[in-house]
Each structure stands twice: as structure tokens, then as C-alpha cells.
């Protein structure tokens, strides 16, 4: 029987879709034939009665085998989707909400390195510490993505009293100038990752 099992496929009429494979665990010699079943209750149906069910004969066309597949031999699309579809939506859907724009970076550079930072930060496989690293480093990619709105919104083209401006403007506007030499070395960023 090729490893379906032979109750089954007589109790489901011989039909396409009542060809079952049988499990090893349950399994019984009949006239030099070893039979394996879907389960105990169809073995000891067959034990009952096996004049009925050993000689059936299969269809010509049989489905295919079904076994685990290894990840890595699947064409690349099927790689991508079955190993990191989800987390690569995930990482995706969160730079289209954000839109991040890293100051002195193009927005591309921009998005990628949130992209990976993010990747790095919610990866499940990686320990609890790199987790938790780089969702800090993830925070203040974002925090330094904010600066430019932030600084857009507060300064003005006419020059107000320093007791109008916000308290932080300073701050922020010298963190943002010191961002500047991120952009001569772009590639520390990259490198972190």
C-alpha cells in the first residue's frame, strides 16, 4: 500500500481524497506484507479482518510525499516568505508609520538603517541583552529622526527673546549640529549593526 493505510482507503470508498499515510507506530505483517495505519482503532479494524482489506489496488496517480522540506532548499521568494516574511512586514510597516529622516542622511539611508536597527531589535532568536541594546539604539535613531521636525516647528525666521524660545531648543540644536559628522562617517552607523 505504499504506506497509506488500507482502512482508510476502503472505508472512504477507494477515493482519491481517503488516501491517508499510515503512521509507523501502528503497523502489522499481513501475508509478507507490512501495513501501517492512521491510527489504532483502523490497526486493530485490520487485525479484525484482514482478508478484507490487504488486496486493494491504488490509484495510478498517488499524491505527493509528504515530509519536511529544509528551508534552505526552497527557491529564494519561498525562502523569504516561509523564514522571514513576517518579521520583514513587520519592520517594513513600522518605517512606513515613522518615516524616519536622520538628519545629513538621505531618506533611503534613513529608512534602511531603521529598517535595521529594527530587525536587530526584535529579532527572537537573538538574546534578551542584544534585544534590549538595541532597542536603546533603535530609540535614539528615532529621537534623532525627530530633531528635524522638532527644530522646524520651534525656530522661526525672526529672532524671539531667548525666555520665549523652549527650554531644550539649545540642546536639541546642538545635538543636531553634532549629528553632522555622522554624515562625513555614515558608515558608523552601519557598522554597529
Same mark, same amino acid.
Request: glycine residues 4%.
Given at each position: 500500500?505504499?504506506?497509506?493505510?488500507?482502512?482508510?482507503?476502503?472505508?472512504?470508498? @477507494?477515493?482519491?481524497?481517503?488516501?491517508?499515510?499510515?503512521?509507523?507506530?501502528?503497523?502489522?505483517?499481513?501475508?509478507?506484507?507490512?501495513?501501517?495505519?492512521?491510527?489504532?482503532?483502523? @490497526? @486493530?479494524?485490520?487485525?479484525?479482518?484482514?482478508?478484507?482489506?490487504?488486496?486493494?489496488?491504488?490509484?495510478?496517480?498517488?499524491?505527493?510525499?509528504?515530509?519536511?522540506?529544509?528551508?534552505?532548499?526552497?527557491?529564494?521568494?519561498?525562502?523569504?516568505?516561509?523564514?522571514?516574511?513576517?518579521?520583514?512586514?513587520?519592520?517594513? %510597516?513600522?518605517?512606513?508609520?515613522?518615516?524616519?529622516?536622520?538628519?545629513?542622511?538621505?531618506?533611503?539611508?534613513?529608512?534602511?538603517?531603521?529598517?535595521?536597527?529594527?530587525?536587530?531589535?526584535?529579532?527572537?532568536? +537573538?538574546?534578551?541583552? %542584544?534585544?534590549?541594546?538595541?532597542? =536603546?539604539?533603535?530609540?535614539?535613531?528615532?529621537?534623532?529622526?525627530?530633531?528635524?521636525?522638532?527644530?522646524?516647528? %520651534?525656530?522661526?525666521?525672526?529672532?524671539?527673546?531667548?525666555?520665549?524660545?523652549?527650554?531644550?531648543?539649545? @540642546?536639541?540644536?546642538? =545635538?543636531?549640529?553634532?549629528?553632522? +559628522?555622522?554624515?562625513?562617517?555614515?558608515?558608523?552607523?552601519?557598522? =554597529?549593526?
Amino acid at each position: 500500500m505504499k504506506g497509506y493505510c488500507p482502512v482508510t482507503f476502503l472505508d472512504g470508498e @477507494q477515493r482519491y481524497e481517503a488516501l491517508v499515510h499510515g503512521k509507523p507506530d501502528y503497523a502489522a505483517e499481513y501475508r509478507e506484507k507490512i501495513y501501517i495505519f492512521e491510527n489504532e482503532e483502523k @490497526q @486493530q479494524k485490520f487485525l479484525r479482518s484482514p482478508e478484507t482489506y490487504w488486496d486493494q489496488k491504488l490509484p495510478h496517480k498517488l499524491p505527493p510525499m509528504k515530509g519536511p522540506v529544509q528551508l534552505t532548499s526552497l527557491p529564494m521568494l519561498g525562502y523569504m516568505e516561509q523564514g522571514v516574511a513576517r518579521e520583514v512586514i513587520k519592520a517594513l %510597516t513600522a518605517v512606513g508609520c515613522l518615516k524616519p529622516k536622520f538628519p545629513y542622511l538621505s531618506v533611503k539611508r534613513s529608512a534602511l538603517l531603521y529598517l535595521a536597527y529594527h530587525l536587530k531589535a526584535f529579532n527572537p532568536r +537573538s538574546s534578551d541583552y %542584544t534585544r534590549k541594546k538595541y532597542k =536603546k539604539e533603535l530609540e535614539k535613531f528615532e529621537e534623532s529622526c525627530e530633531l528635524i521636525a522638532y527644530l522646524g516647528s %520651534t525656530m522661526t525666521q525672526t529672532c524671539s527673546e531667548p525666555e520665549e524660545q523652549p527650554i531644550d531648543i539649545d @540642546q536639541k540644536l546642538h =545635538k543636531f549640529l553634532a549629528l553632522r +559628522s555622522i554624515e562625513a562617517d555614515s558608515a558608523g552607523l552601519s557598522d =554597529k549593526l
